[in-house]
């Protein structure tokens, strides 16, 4: 169900305290929108860094975690997944009152069982599919982030009127929000694109630049082609805008011909390299361990060995002919000059 314009009312919020917990990329961004939109008591959690000093120069009443979650009849969770556990166990769940309404931004540890609420409150997600800063930056030009909505526990009956409230308060009423029927299904989406479609866009890139390289191109001028020039950034756009096909008269007709029927020879099977079924195939065992847990629990480990293999695979990754080519380059052309 998308949820859109007019839907959700913000009245349901009245006589409440809000406590956004862990004003970051999300809490701030979601916290300023709220109030913007006319949300009056809202209340920020946050342990004591310089995130907690933003909240109060942005001229909120910051707390610790633990007093913004005593507080609070709604709280929005919203530090980092890997250290909701703790945070959790230690300074939210201690504080939950009947009838509380918990709010996450991420299905991952509901999910996964890594936070288990007790049942006498609401469970319930409004997930922007955005980073924060543009959830904020859209807010401010009249536009708003889409979101996911997700209820895992409805004690009150009304969680669903109080995520659609929510919802709008943040701004995703402004472009949608889509309901979907768990928090499963949000994690998955998520993993999925980190996990299998951006391991193939990025591995495609890079045997495009390795092929053009051994043909003598230069590595800043492959690096342009790819991505440095932003042409792919902009497509993309165009594609969110007009559709796959419908933009594809942007390009030339040389350029049509060639992307579609090479498309096709995947599609069809008749590419004897690599077929559709095989990137399928290869996404389909990344879902799987998705949707079992393995990649859960694998990750789990990890963070408590003290992150070797993601350390070592920054390290093998940064230190590629690659990236230090692209690291040149952006210097080079004083391209991040213009990184907003
Ligand atoms: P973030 O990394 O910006 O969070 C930083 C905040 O968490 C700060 O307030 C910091 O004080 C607090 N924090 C960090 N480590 C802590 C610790 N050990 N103990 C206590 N507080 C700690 O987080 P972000 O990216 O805003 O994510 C928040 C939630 O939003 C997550 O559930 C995430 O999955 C979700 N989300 C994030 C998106 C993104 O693009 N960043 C997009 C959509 C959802």
């Known amino acids: 169900t998308l949820f859109k314009n007019q839907d959700g009312d913000l009245s349901v919020l ?14 701030r961004a979601q916290a300023l929108n709220m109030r913007d939109s006319g949300v009056e008591n809202i209340i920020i959690g946050n342990r004591g860094d310089s995130s907690k000093e933003q909240a109060k120069k942005d001229g909120f009443e ?10 609070a009849d709604i709280l929005f969770f919203l530090v980092p997944d890997e250290v909701q556990p703790q945070v959790y166990k230690e300074k939210i769940e201690p504080y939950l009152k009947e009838g509380d309404v918990l709010n996450f931004a991420s299905g991952y540890n509901i999910t996964y069982n890594l936070i288990t609420p007790p049942e006498n409150i609401d469970v319930i997600m409004i997930a922007p599919r955005m980073i924060g800063t543009m959830v904020r930056e859209l807010y401010e030009v009249g536009d708003g982030a889409p979101s996911f909505l997700a209820i895992n526990q409805n004690y009150s009956g009304k969680a669903k009127d109080i995520g659609l409230a929510l919802g709008k ?3 995703s009423t402004r472009s949608g929000i889509i309901e979907i029927d768990s928090f499963a299904l949000e994690t998955k989406s998520d993993l999925l694109m980190e996990q299998g479609l951006i391991p193939i866009i990025l591995n495609a890139m890079i045997a495009k630049y390795e092929l053009e390289i051994a043909e003598g191109m230069p590595p800043a001028g492959a690096l342009l082609e790819l991505y440095l020039s932003r042409e792919l950034g902009y497509i ?11 933009q594809m008269p942007l390009h030339s007709q040389t350029s049509q011909y060639g992307q579609i029927s090479r498309i096709d020879e995947l599609q069809e099977g008749e590419a004897e390299e690599v077929s559709y ?3 399928k195939k290869f996404m389909g065992r990344q879902l799987r361990n998705i949707g079992n847990g393995k990649f ?15 350390h070592r695979l920054f390290e093998k990754y940064n230190n590629s002919e690659m990236i230090k080519e692209e690291q040149k380059t952006i210097k080079e052309l004083g391209l991040s000059n213009d990184l907003t």
């Open 14 to 27: 009245d006589d409440r305290t809000v406590a956004v917990i862990g004003y970051g990329n999300q809490g």
């Open 62 to 71: 910051a707390y610790s975690m633990d007093q913004a979650a005593n507080k």
């Open 169 to 171: 308060a943040i701004g």
């Open 236 to 246: 993309f756009e165009k594609m969110a805008e007009q559709g796959i096909i419908g």
């Open 277 to 279: 079924n095989d990137i």
């Open 296 to 310: 859960a629990r694998e990750w789990s480990n990890e963070q408590q060995m003290g992150y070797p293999v993601f």
